[in-house]
Structures are given as C-alpha cells and as structure tokens.
C-alpha cells in the first residue's frame, strides 16, 4: 500500500503549492471535489506515511485547522544553512527591467509599469516580491485601489544604497539593443524624464 490514492495526490500537490499558508478541510474537500469525511481520511493517511517514513524530510502538520507540510525538526540543521546562506540567484531580464522601473518611479501600479514595458508583469512582480526587494507600499485611491509598489531595504542592501535617491542617473549606452530592448528603454527613458 505504497501508492498514493488519486485524491492523497491531490491533496499533497494542493499542500505543496499553496506553501505556508495551508488549507483547511473544507477548502480541502472544494478544491478537490471531495467530500470531507474522504478528505479527513486521506489526510489522516497521508500524516500516518510521513510520519511513519524516516527517508521523507517533509511531515504534514494540522495548526490551528489549517493543514500543511512542514519540514521535519531532525532537519534543522540543514536547513539553517539555507536560511543562512542562500544560493546567489540571478533575476531574469524582465525582473531586472521591472525591478529597474519600480526603483525610478516608486510608487508605481502593475498597469503603469505594463504600459512602460508593454508585456504582463506579474510573475517577475511575484518573484521580486519573494526575494523582497519590491513591496507593496501603499494603494492608489479611487476605483480598484491597485496596489502601489516601491523597493524595499533589502533593496538598498543588495545595491549598496543608504536611500533610493542614491540610485545613479539614467543613461543608456551606445550598444546593440534587441527591437523589444530598444522599444522598452526608449518608453523607460521617456517616461522617466517626464517625472523630473
């Protein structure tokens, strides 16, 4: 009895992506189209193998009604020396692009920052936001009251800046830009000399 059942799956890959925040039993038995007490079951089943198997370095843990999987405690150690020393990631060209247009014209909306580099946004918004160098800072006011974002500490941090008004004038160089590059800092340049 190895083998996971469709629904155990399913509630382990839920589990899995939703990460830290967790879900409940009843939004559990929604998502997968469960009813509860078939939920509860799988659940309990699932805990039982984690715990129980001393190869798994994940456990699945119920706080406070909510369920999700943790990393078990004979971890520690190692896990410490992730928290400690992270790997050195570097951030895609359109992280670096949005990272740069959020850095000169904080506060600044998604829509706005769209209009700027005329593609979506939002996954290199979300991994900025995870390697918090972006924040949410505040929401424009009005209809939809879209989030303002603005660079953070570990921002300043990671660039060597005591204030964003450190950052180094815009220029572009004289060198062999891409149709979408050009197009881009050509809006970028535009836009910014506009706010002076």
């Not at 189209?33 to 309990?44: A, F, H, N, Y």
């Not at 706080?63 to 520690?76: D, F």
């Amino acid at each position: 009895m190895n083998n996971l059942t469709p629904l155990m799956s399913n509630i382990e890959s839920l589990l899995f992506v939703i990460g830290e925040d967790g879900l409940t039993l009843h939004q559990l038995a929604q998502l997968t189209d469960s009813e509860p007490l078939d939920v509860q079951k799988s659940l309990s089943e699932l805990m039982a193998r984690y715990n129980n198997d001393d190869t798994r370095g994940i456990m699945l843990k119920e706080l406070a009604g909510t369920y999700q999987l943790v990393s078990k405690p004979t971890n520690a150690a190692v896990i410490e020396k992730l928290v400690e020393n992270p790997p050195v990631q570097s951030l895609s060209q359109a992280a670096l692009e949005v990272l740069a247009i959020i850095a000169y014209k904080q506060p600044i909306t998604r829509v706005e920052i769209e209009d700027l580099r005329g593609v979506k946004c939002e996954r290199p918004l979300h991994t900025l936001n995870q390697k918090l160098l972006i924040q949410e800072i505040g929401r424009v006011e009005g209809t939809g009251r879209a989030i303002l974002y603005g660079t953070t500490s570990e921002f300043l941090n990671y660039f060597g800046l005591n204030r964003v008004e450190d950052l180094p004038p815009l220029e572009v160089e004289e060198f062999e830009l891409d149709e979408e590059q050009d197009l881009f800092m050509s809006k970028f340049q535009e836009a910014f000399t506009q706010t002076k």
